[in-house]
Nanobody, 119 residues
Framework: QVQLVESGGGLAQAGGSLRLSCVAS????????MAWYRQAPGKQRELVAS???????NYADSVKGRFTISRDNVKKLAYLQMNSLKPDDTAVYYC?????????????WGQGTQVTVSS
């Protein structure tokens, strides 16, 4: 079964850094776009950053210049390097990926990892 598992969340001070990782496992024949979303309590889920299989990236305006998304296609990993963290970055961060598992591409989600940024 295909799974996405996030890691690297935790506590950070304002101005600090965290690096999130997302690893895909299971019967996987290909991974197209990978992305990070986040959802804060009482807020809608929002796209933080995405990266295509070819490495093209997109970022939410709120994280441009601070966050960097990257991926390792061999290891089936996606990363989110978060620098200059702000309290507003506090949220559950979810990994998302379009994965060719059997005969079709389907979206998959990780369980999420909590990121808390203190003042």
């Amino acid at each position: 079964q295909v799974q996405l598992v996030e890691s690297g969340g935790g506590l950070a001070q304002a101005g600090g850094s965290l690096r999130l990782s997302c690893v895909a496992s299971g019967i996987i024949f290909g991974i197209e776009t990978m992305a990070w979303y986040r959802q804060a309590p009482g807020k809608q889920r929002e796209l933080v950053a995405s990266i295509s299989r070819g490495g093209e990236t997109n970022y939410a305006d709120s994280v441009k210049g601070r966050f960097t998304i990257s991926r390792d296609n061999v290891k089936k990993l996606a990363y989110l390097q978060m620098n200059s963290l702000k309290p507003d970055d506090t949220a559950v961060y979810y990994c998302n990926a379009a994965i060719l598992s059997m005969s079709r591409y389907s979206p998959y989600w990780g369980q999420g990892t909590q990121v808390t940024v203190s003042s």
